[in-house]
């Protein structure tokens, strides 16, 4: 039972390029989630999903997009990356009224 | 909307020391309350949760109490170990607070 599974762990990309982090999850949760998490400003929500097919915009959905084709993998997209995405990236999970896992995060630097 | 805040730290004890962190919520409902820690190169994960008022979560020596009349819900733990070292999430559903890192020394 792999849980909320992240991947790549870490990146590299130039600014301008474009890259897809993958969240999936094996607990057959509703629920899915993209956080980013930078120095001293905690979690903020970039997208979620509360089932399949439906995507909403979090606190800072700018610069990103995201899909849920199928009910175990949430996608996160980077079309022209910038310099301002270097952040640590998690994506969680839950079901109703209970508490979120978590995956253990993608590390991504643009430069 | 609803929120919650958090006590920044950084916070340093000594082992033995008694911790606490404290974190206050706005919210308009009864929503379910949480505190999640994170050590180093990890995600988050759970360490207690509390769903309705008066609730005392607990979990590994640590507690928190969710207090309806003061809108809190303080983490505690009576002697802390180098081993809790970590930062500590209070989160209101899915809302999180800012973390508070924790180092604990020898």
């Known amino acids: 039972n792999a849980g909320v599974t992240q991947t790549p762990k870490f990146r590299v990309l130039k600014t301008g390029q474009s890259m897809t982090l993958l969240c999936a999850q094996d607990?057959?949760?509703?629920?899915m989630y993209w956080y980013r998490q930078d120095p001293g400003m905690g979690l903020r929500l970039i997208h979620y999903?509360?089932?399949?097919?439906?995507?909403a915009k979090g606190e800072v959905p700018d610069g990103y997009n995201v899909s849920r084709l199928k009910k175990q993998n949430f996608l996160l997209g980077l079309e022209s990356a910038a310099p301002s995405q270097t952040s640590v990236y998690f994506c969680a999970t839950r079901t109703v009224n209970t508490e979120a896992f978590f995956g253990q995060g993608t590390r991504l630097t643009v430069v | 909307g609803d929120s919650v805040t958090q006590m920044e730290g950084p916070v340093t004890l000594s082992e033995e020391a008694f911790l606490t962190i404290n974190c206050t919520y706005t919210a308009t409902g009864y929503p379910s309350l949480f505190w999640y820690v994170q050590y180093p190169g990890e995600g988050l994960q759970l360490l207690l949760k509390a769903t309705k008022a008066d609730d005392k979560g607990s979990n590994k020596g640590f507690e928190a109490t969710y207090r309806k009349e003061t809108t809190s819900f303080h983490l505690e733990k009576g002697s802390v170990q180098v081993s809790d070292s970590a930062v500590y999430f209070c989160?209101?559903?899915?809302?999180f607070g800012a973390g508070t890192r924790l180092t604990v020394k020898p």
């Open positions: 989160a209101l559903d899915m809302r």
């Open positions: 607990m057959n949760h509703e629920y």
């Open positions: 999903s509360v089932g399949e097919g439906t995507t």
